[in-house]
């Protein structure tokens, strides 16, 4: 148990549904991320949040759309979807970005795996 | 931005210890070094952080030369649990500047 949390853990979706993925962390910390991660690849970063505001969009596309209401709560709202999008979703947090102090660790969620159809 | 090269997959047995070497050429001052350990379908787990000689915490040590150009997790004795992907990342853990990248990682498989 890491801290973070992430529901659901498995999503089954259309290409025209919408739906959103949770992650929740109970660490204290002010910044949190989205990673995708593929079969057989690196984990990818989407976005990263810092004390509520958006400060990285890795190129990521509209169909994700990010929510960040508050230090704790990170949502993934996702839709028209594709099935290359299927992968497992992971959720990190770390004491934030910028704090100037170096060496900073992310504690990751379960992940919800994510299977577009 | 601080490239990091492993090996693709290693192989060893229960009981044995486990060097898994990291090149890290253009690290750069402020750089630390930090290795997660990923079990299938599940999120990273931080392992180990230093930034410079070795380090050593409960599961196990990082060795870092002089030149920091290169870094070595090593594992005691491992067992079959061990089996996992481990991934080398350097940089001032800063994101704001796209400092900080997961690569492919190190397939570590742990036979019996």
């Known amino acids: 148990e890491t801290g973070v949390t992430q529901t659901p853990r498995h999503l089954v979706m259309g290409m025209t549904n919408k739906k959103s993925l949770k992650c929740e962390q109970h660490l204290g910390h002010n910044a949190m991320y989205w990673y995708k991660q593929s079969a057989k690849k690196p984990l990818e970063l989407m976005f990263v949040?810092?004390?509520?505001?958006?400060?990285e969009n890795n190129s990521v596309p509209s169909r994700f759309s990010p929510e960040c209401p508050n230090s704790s709560h990170l949502f993934l709202h996702l839709h028209t979807l594709q099935p290359e999008d299927s992968a497992l979703y992971l959720c990190?947090?770390?004491?934030?970005?910028?704090?100037?102090?170096?060496?900073?660790?992310?504690?990751f969620g379960p992940g919800t795996r994510l299977l577009v159809l | 931005l601080a490239k990091t090269t492993q090996p693709i997959s290693m192989d060893s047995y229960e009981g044995q210890e486990v060097n898994i070497t990291c090149s890290h050429n253009n690290i750069a001052t402020n750089d630390y070094i930090t290795w997660y350990q990923q079990f299938p379908s599940q999120g990273p787990r931080f392992i180990i952080q230093?930034?410079?000689t070795k380090v050593t915490n409960e599961v196990a040590s990082l060795f870092i030369p002089a030149d920091r150009k290169s870094s070595t997790l090593s594992l005691p004795r491992v067992s079959l649990s061990d089996t996992a992907v481990y991934y080398c990342?350097?940089?001032?853990?800063?994101?704001?500047?796209?400092?900080?990248?997961f690569g492919a990682g190190t397939r570590l498989t742990v036979k019996p």
């Open positions: 230093g930034y410079k």
């Open positions: 949040y810092n004390f509520k505001e958006q400060t």
């Open positions: 990190a947090s770390s004491q934030d970005t910028a704090s100037g102090r170096a060496g900073e660790t992310q504690y």
């Open positions: 990342l350097v940089g001032d853990m800063q994101f704001r500047n796209n400092d900080m990248r």
